[in-house]
C-alpha cells in the first residue's frame, strides 16, 4: 500500500544533542513538508520542498535543517540550536491538484521528547 | 502576513446538536482552502478542498462551504464518533507554501 512512513514514532534525547528524523514516500509525489505540533495546537511549517534537491523555509525553520536527495525521502534535522524541540513533528507529502491544490497525506508523527 | 483563524477552539456539543466550525482567511490570491480531521496522537486526515467562493462540498454529516474571507465546517446531528480536532488550512496561488490554522477541537458527548 502506498504511503507515508515515518521513524522512529517515539524518540527520547538529551539537551544538547542532534537528532534525524527519517520520512520516506512511496505514493510518487514531488511535494514535501515537515511541520510541527505542539500539545492544543495546530500545524506549524518548517520546511517543504517541491522538487529533489531543493527546499524552502517554512515560518519556523530555525533550528533545523533538511535535505532532499530523493524524491521518496525527506529527514529532518533537530539541531542542538533547536531551543525548544520538545513537540509531535508531522511529515506529509502531495501532488499537484486541480488548480494547482495541493492535497496533503501525513505520516502517522514522530513524538520528540528532550529530557 | 497571510493568516488562517480558526473558531472556537474548542466546542462540546450534544449528539444530534448541529453546529458550524469557522475558518478565516487573509486575502491574497486563494489556490485551495482545506478542511482536515485529526485523531489524537495521529496524522491528519483530509477531509474537503473548496478552491472558490460559493464552493460546496458534503461527506456523510460534514459540509465544508467558502466565501471570499472564510469557510465553515457544518456538523449536521453530530455522533460521538465524530469527535475529534478539525483542522482548516490555506495554500495561496504564490507558492506550495500551505498553512494550517489552531484547530477547533470538537467533542461529542452520547
Known amino acids: 500500500d502506498g504511503g507515508i512512513t515515518q521513524s522512529p514514532k517515539y524518540l527520547f534525547r538529551k539537551e544538547g544533542q542532534n537528532v534525524t528524523l527519517s520520512c520516506e514516500q512511496n505514493l510518487n509525489h514531488d511535494a514535501m513538508y515537515w511541520y510541527r505540533q505542539d500539545p492544543g495546537q495546530g500545524l506549524r511549517l518548517i520546511y517543504y520542498s517541491q522538487i529533489v534537491n531543493d527546499f524552502q523555509k517554512g515560518d519556523i525553520a530555525e533550528g533545523y535543517s533538511v535535505s532532499r536527495e530523493k524524491k521518496e525521502s525527506f529527514p529532518l534535522t533537530v539541531t542542538s540550536a533547536q531551543k525548544n524541540p520538545t513537540a509531535f513533528y508531522l511529515c506529509?507529502?502531495?501532488?499537484?491538484?486541480?488548480?494547482?491544490?495541493?492535497?496533503?497525506?501525513f505520516g502517522a508523527g514522530s513524538r520528540l521528547t528532550v529530557l | 502576513e497571510d493568516q488562517v483563524t480558526q473558531s472556537p477552539e474548542a466546542l462540546r456539543l450534544q449528539e444530534g446538536e448541529s453546529s458550524s466550525l469557522n475558518c478565516s482567511y487573509t486575502v491574497s490570491g486563494l489556490r485551495g482552502l482545506f478542511w482536515y480531521r485529526q485523531d489524537p496522537g495521529k496524522g491528519p486526515e483530509f477531509l474537503f478542498t473548496?478552491?472558490?467562493a460559493g464552493e460546496e462540498k458534503e461527506k456523510e454529516r460534514l459540509k465544508a462551504t467558502l466565501t471570499k474571507k472564510e469557510s465553515f465546517l457544518h456538523i449536521t446531528a453530530p455522533k460521538p464518533e465524530d469527535s475529534a480536532t478539525y483542522l482548516c488550512?490555506?495554500?495561496?496561488?504564490?507558492?506550495?507554501?500551505?498553512?494550517f490554522g489552531s484547530g477547533t477541537r470538537l467533542s461529542i458527548r452520547p
Open positions: 506529509a507529502s502531495s501532488k499537484t491538484g486541480i488548480s494547482g491544490a495541493n492535497v496533503l497525506t
Open positions: 473548496l478552491y472558490s
Open positions: 488550512a490555506v495554500q495561496y496561488s504564490s507558492a506550495s507554501k500551505i498553512i
